[in-house]
């Protein structure tokens, strides 16, 4: 991948590691607690659910959610 596509890339992606969802190119959060994160993105929504859940990083297209992440949805 280069430089540029890096840059300019708008898929939606979601990467978990190490008790964090860090979640790129949302269009909104729908709802949070400290049990269920549900997120909009182009395609669908997200649903993170787990324990403890907070968001620790919060930007227009990006936001870091950690917790104990018990299940990701996809609808």
Known sequence: MNLRS??????FKITVVNHKVNVV??????SFDDEKIIVRHKDGIAIIVGNNLTI???LDEELLINGDILKLEFR
Not at 25 to 30: A, H, K
């Open 6 to 11: 890096y840059l300019f890339d708008n898929q």
């Open 25 to 30: 190119n949302y269009q909104e959060i729908d």
């Open 56 to 58: 620790t990083k919060l």
